[in-house]
């Protein structure tokens, strides 16, 4: 009995393990870089001081100072053409005619009263130049502010003057006069007495300045009313070595006159922080 033989199938074939495709995770997908804004060469300031070295900021120190001492240089020879009337002025306090011991003193009072004039013309080129040096990557705006606190800096410094030579100098020439007079007779050169007034009128125009400086600083974000109020204690020492510093007197009368002032004007620069920190909040 004959049996068929059953066709054997065919072998299937192993699936072979290196030909199944491997998923491989897909790189993630970098975001465009975004746009590096361009230098803007028609204002070559802003900011640009937050990029510079040691060189760079010698550099700019310099071409500061060259502005500041340009600027004084201008008024003090504009100075030379009114100090004669300025001299005749101050003399009112001293007497009739100034005591020159040396054959150059008169020169030297002259040039110092035509220097102090400088001075006084030169206060808004020189206190930009020295904001801008300290006060690193202002912007168009900011440089704006700055700019347009100038014209009431100026005022302040000369409402300072004033003061001084009203309330401060009066008191402190009749003191200096009648000290001891039955020991000692007063007879002031002018070189004395011409840097003891001009002295006293310019760093009492500087102090008030200062309320504004604080107030374009706050608006800035660069001075908080809350770090001047929790140094008060030191503004206290502060006014009295500047009064010791202003007044050459020693009695206690001119040392009030002086520094009472000063610390109304660091009250008031509390005051005008305060109202620059609301400005600067409300422009971001």
């Known amino acids: 009995m004959s049996s068929k033989l059953k066709p054997t199938p065919p072998p299937v074939p192993k699936p ?59 008024g003090t020879v504009i100075g030379f053409f009114f100090a004669g009337q300025v001299l005749d002025y101050l003399k009112a306090p001293y007497g009739e005619r100034f005591i020159a011991l040396g054959p150059t003193d008169p020169v030297v009072a002259y040039f110092r009263v035509a220097l102090l004039i400088g001075a006084i013309l030169s206060i808004p080129i020189t206190t930009y130049q020295i904001l801008m040096f300290i006060v690193p990557g202002l912007t168009r705006k900011e440089r704006g502010v700055l700019l347009r606190a100038l014209p009431a800096i100026t005022l302040l410094f000369i409402v300072g003057a004033l003061f001084a030579w009203f309330l401060l100098i009066p008191p402190a020439v009749n003191f200096l006069d009648t000290f001891q007079s039955e020991l000692f007779q007063a007879q002031w050169t002018a070189d004395r007495y011409l840097g003891f007034v001009t002295a006293l009128i310019f760093w009492m125009g500087v102090a008030f300045e200062t309320p504004l400086i604080f107030f374009v600083l706050s608006i800035m974000g660069m001075v908080q009313a809350r770090s001047l109020i929790k140094n008060w204690r030191f503004a206290i020492v502060g006014a009295a070595v500047a009064a010791a510093f202003i007044t050459p007197t020693v009695d206690p009368v001119n040392m009030f006159l002086v520094m009472a002032p000063l610390l109304a004007l660091y009250t008031l620069s509390i005051f005008l922080v305060l109202i620059g920190q609301r400005i600067n909040q409300a422009r971001v």
């Open 16 to 74: 072979n393990a290196s030909a199944v495709p491997v998923s491989r995770p897909t790189p993630p997908v970098k975001p465009p870089p975004l746009p590096t804004p361009e230098p803007n060469d028609n204002d070559p300031e802003d900011g640009h001081e937050l990029r510079m070295g040691l060189l760079e900021h010698l550099n700019e120190l310099r071409i500061r100072l060259f502005r500041a001492a340009l600027g004084l240089v201008v």
